[in-house]
């Protein structure tokens, strides 16, 4: 009954975690003019059910505007 959903974990490790940190303006979203490191995953978690989160496969890595993976 406690637990995060997908949305709410998401959430705590982007926009939650800037506003805690004061970089809300910086950083926590993937929008023009704040830092986005992020990843591409095979499928839409979303979608795919808790079950599968694990299963998901990343596709690429990005850090400071550049493909790492």
Not at 18 to 47: R, T
């Amino acid at each position: 009954r406690e637990a995060f959903d997908l949305k709410e974990a998401l959430d705590s490790f982007t926009q939650a975690g800037a506003y805690v940190s004061f970089e809300e303006h910086a950083k926590g979203q993937i929008k023009p003019g704040q830092y986005a490191d992020f990843v591409v995953l095979c499928a839409d978690s979303f979608h795919s059910g808790p079950d599968k989160l694990k299963d998901n496969l990343i596709l690429q890595t990005w850090m400071d505007g550049k493909r790492v993976r």
